[in-house]
């Protein structure tokens, strides 16, 4: 492991800025809100948010900014995770609103210490966003709530136009990359209950330069369409500090183009976002209307769906 090796250029990004990255900063902060895209100091954060070929997409990161537990890439906190706000749900609702987002994407820190998991919490917030207008596509990043099927059926209930959960890496390396509680199966197992249980499409991500073989990352492609998961995004893992996982190998766009071609035409995939910057959520707004053009959908249908389905 090369530490502290210099990132070559196609790891370079811009900072952000803009009138509209400052209007949703201030709308977060005035509700107190959290978003994994400033958590993880994601650098898509400007072109996500600015939402150059539509509305924009913002990553609210739900049940506080403390984490119960500790995955080796995550920047989040461990421990010492707060009482949940029962005003989130409705704050986010309205920070959405405010802020004129018609796709947002939820996902939370994993609550383990909470006997639900925080599923309640989630899926309360789903439904208060869905209040508002029905018309919203919500794109949901649970967590595993430990392998739990009731806390994973809430979520389906409340009625999320995606579901998100990411394996993360291959199995051989789920330990050290990720917290010892989370698991390849555990994970694989949720996405097959949303298969199985709603035509909600299914979404994971993998993070690519943890020290995967080429024969894992391609086993791991089919075990995802094996539990039916529709849509797989590849990025580069960066680490956030010297105390994380060191970088294995900083992957070639080359490569990240294979894998966006392999998933796609061998193992049809409804779409695959692959590239160094890539991450679970970047342009999830317009690559998901993307994938419904493909599925001969339109993003109005996704709407009026959205609407008959009425936010329950
Ligand atoms: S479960 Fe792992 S990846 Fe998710 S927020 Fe916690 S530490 Fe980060």
Known sequence: MQRGRRKPDWLKSR???GTRFTEIKESLRDRDLHTVCEEANCPNMGEC???RDGPGTATFMLMGDRCSRGCNFCDVET????PLDPDEPANVADAVAEIGLDYVVLTSVDRDDLADGGSAHFAETIRE???????????TLIPDFEGDPEAVRRIIDAGPDVIAHNVETVERLQWP????????EQSLAVLDQVDRESDVHTKTSLMLGVGEYDHEVYRTLGDLREVGVDVVTFGQYLQPSRSHLDVFEYVHPDLFETWRAVAETEFDFLYCASGPMVRSSYKAGELFVEALLREGRSAEDARQHARAAGGD
């Open 15 to 17: 900072p952000p800025s």
């Open 177 to 184: 990359v990720r917290d010892r509680r989370a698991d390849y």
């Open 49 to 51: 948010w600015s939402g």
């Open 129 to 139: 966003i869905k209040r508002r207008d029905p018309g919203i596509l919500v794109e």
């Open 79 to 82: 421990g010492g995770m707060d």
